[in-house]
């Protein structure tokens, strides 16, 4: 039988990009799913926004105040209807209209697999026009690395309801900025009844003030906590993550150059560098 799948998106401030993927979703070949967003207190116009989307028959929302991403993404899990769910943040896009279909045929294939993930290529919005670029590892490598590296990303992975909810798989609302890391390797840990589909699933969208000096500081302290949890070598995994960033790195510089020239990418390098000082500089903020 063919799965009913949950697509599950926490929306915080989300009028901008937020039509773009309820448009995506809507666009897909394949017909048995639902797109459920919740609204997390937003104060520029999405619930309005959403209130608008009623010729969209597949979409179910309600907006109530703000609790934040990781509460707000356990409630979609209690909400979601479907056999198989997956997470897509209100900025990110799906790559094609098959996305479902190829997941659908992948869990009907198979029907003892507990999850199906595939490729998310970056989207980066910049001032010059938006492109792409694909740094995700191949499937082994990113299922073998997934432990000590965040190098699978849960836009494009779609995974049993029944196992999310049997085995407790919640996310941890502690965490600001690791949280789908930790519920990822939680995830691995729950079930090896995997498959990666080597196809681009969706796109994980990149743009201006995504990231702040203060949540790289955050980040990184909660990475020393999430390796202390799941007893990871801190040794290990700074070299695991360090090969990783450094092919998205070379993968996003040759895309820089193609779309935009070698000054741009001259340019970009120079101010990553800068970026990067001043966040090991700035103090980290106490663990609330």
């Given at each position: 039988?063919?799965?009913f ?14 039509p ?14 639902e ?27 309600y ?9 707000t ?44 993930f ?5 989207l ?25 590296a965040p ?12 196992l ?31 498959r ?38 801190p040794k ?50 106490p663990?609330?």
């Amino acid at each position: 039988m063919r799965p009913f799948i949950s697509i599950l998106t926490p929306a915080y401030n989300a009028a901008q990009f937020l039509p773009a993927l309820i448009a995506a979703v809507a666009a897909q070949d394949y017909d048995r799913f639902e797109h459920v967003v919740i609204d997390d207190g937003s104060t520029d116009g999405t619930a309005d926004l959403l209130a608008s989307c009623s010729a969209y028959p597949h979409l179910r929302w309600y907006s109530r105040p703000n609790k934040g991403q990781y509460e707000t993404q356990n409630e979609l899990i209690r909400e979601a209807r479907g056999d198989v769910l997956t997470f897509i943040c209100a900025d990110d896009l799906y790559a094609s209209t098959r996305v479902l279909s190829l997941v659908a045929e992948g869990f009907q294939e198979s029907p003892g697999l507990d999850v199906v993930f595939g490729r998310t290529p970056r989207l980066v919005m910049a001032p010059e026009g938006a492109y792409t670029f694909d740094p995700d590892l191949p499937g082994r490598l990113a299922r073998l690395l997934m432990r000590h590296a965040p190098c699978i990303q849960h836009c494009s992975l779609f995974v049993r309801t029944d196992l999310v909810r049997r085995r407790g798989l919640y996310f941890d609302p502690s965490y600001q900025h690791r949280g789908d890391w930790d519920w990822l390797i939680r995830m691995f840990q729950a079930t090896d009844r995997s498959r990666h589909i080597p196809e681009m699933l969706s796109y994980w969208r990149l743009h201006p003030g995504q990231t702040t000096r203060t949540a790289i500081a955050r980040g990184q302290q909660e990475t020393a906590r999430l390796c202390t949890i799941h007893k990871i070598n801190p040794k290990v995994a700074g070299c695991a993550r360090l090969a990783s960033n450094a092919y998205a790195q070379i993968v996003h510089s040759c895309a820089i150059a193609r779309h935009s020239g070698l000054l741009a990418l001259w340019r970009k390098a120079a101010g990553s560098v800068r970026r990067r000082v001043g966040a090991r500089m700035q103090p980290i903020p106490p663990t609330a």
